[in-house]
């Protein structure tokens, strides 16, 4: 293939990535896990062993900082699309890492401010 051609190749490919993006409004990081609590009362079903407990609730889970972790409850009929949001993020996150690659292989080519 010609040293030429490369460029358009790597720049259709930008333009395929961009389209393939989600709804960046529609995007949250984290985790979302489940959780089960006991109440601690002695007569209350949560009691009995092999009982799940209370729940189960769901909480997005966030690390914002090096130990410090985010919790926010999500209500149960919201977890589908928080779960659909989470997908979202890194569905993103990996769509900008290649076109980030892209675009460093353009700039070690001198072709990353060309042609608008």
């Not at 409004?25 to 896990?33: A, E, F, I, P, T």
């Not at 966030?62 to 928080?82: D, F, I, N, R, W």
Request: aromatic share 6%; glycine share 8%; net charge positive.
């Amino acid at each position: 293939m010609p040293r030429t051609a490369r460029p358009k190749h790597t720049l259709a490919a930008q333009k395929r990535l961009l389209g393939q993006l989600p709804d960046l409004r529609q995007v949250l990081r984290g985790s979302l896990v489940t959780r089960y609590r006991r109440c601690g009362r002695s007569n209350c079903h949560c009691a009995t062993e092999g009982d799940p407990g209370h729940g189960p609730a769901y909480y997005l889970m966030v690390t914002v900082a090096a130990g410090q972790t985010l919790q926010v409850y999500v209500p149960k009929e919201h977890k589908t699309a928080v779960e659909s949001w989470i997908k979202n993020f890194q569905v993103a996150r990996d769509k900008l890492e290649r076109i980030s690659t892209l675009n460093r292989e353009l700039l070690k080519r001198g072709k990353l401010f060309e042609g608008g």
